[in-house]
């Protein structure tokens, strides 16, 4: 079966454990959004997945081939990261040319198509690339390599709220034509919960939740109404998270709610993504 396998994978920096023993699965046909605070160590599973950096323990498979030194499997893997590869005095236009030679699936009628969308003179140096304008290239590069395994770390950096929503437009489209496997790592939890089909929450370097985000926001539930109405109902409900405001509280509960069993005096509400996410990764 075609996928992407992780299994008890584990990598340390010094003293900081970075990622500490992860089990993952990723595969084709799907979106999928790996989300994780600061330092939750994102970056260096996308890193370890694509061969950029080694873990110190478990194994890490692409169609069932390990991607370590294996030029065979790294070539169906494809990470935008937040910096820029290609030399500062190349065109864009000659980047792409660049980019046919390493992804013999590339599509370059489909990279200047994505730069004509997001206004980008391919004309211009690499060096006279604004951050956006950097992000808008990188993205026209990422969603025309054709890999069966596309990784998309912090994919918005620099966008402004136009070019954003553009960018979801054109990355559904592209999925409609070429359904691949997806990986969005990001801040923006709230604009891509639309797009993700599966969550993987990562804290401090360990799997914290996998699971559809269908069936996570059906789980979600935020509980109003009198502290001690709160207090009492969590006895039975564990919540994930609480805030008090005056007389005020709010529970946030993560499971399966009999409504016909919430008192009148409490109000209960639907958790979006990134409420569940803040609740789940806060000390």
Known sequence: MKKIELKNVSKAFGQVQAVNDVSLTFEP???????????????????????????????????????????????????????????????IRDAFCWAAKFYPNFDSENANHLAKKFDLNTKRKVKELSTGMSTMFRLSVALSTGAPYIFLDEPV????????????????????????????????????AGL????????????????????????????????????????????????????????YILGSLDMSKVPETLEVSKLNLQQLFVQLTKE
Do not use: W
């Open 29 to 91: 046909g799907k979106i999928y959004g790996l989300l994780g605070r600061n330092g939750a160590g994102k970056s260096t599973l996308l890193n370890m997945m694509t061969g950029r950096v080694f873990p110190d323990a478990g194994t890490i498979t692409v169609d069932g081939e390990s991607v370590i030194e294996n030029d065979r499997a790294m070539g169906k893997l494809y990470l935008m990261g937040e910096r820029n590869f290609y030399p500062d005095g190349m065109r």
């Open 157 to 192: 950096l620099g966008l402004d709220a136009v070019h954003r929503d553009l960018f979801y437009k054109l990355l559904v489209e592209q999925f409609e034509r070429h359904p691949a496997c997806y990986v969005i790592s990001t801040h923006l939890i709230e604009e891509v």
């Open 196 to 251: 993700i089909e599966e969550v993987f929450i990562i804290r401090a370097g360990e799997l914290l939740l996998r699971e559809s985000t269908e069936r996570l926001l059906a789980r979600g539930y935020t509980v109003t109404g009198p502290v001690d109405a709160v207090d009492a109902f969590v006895e039975d409900h564990p919540s994930i998270g609480e805030d008090q405001l005056g007389g005020l509280k709010s529970a």
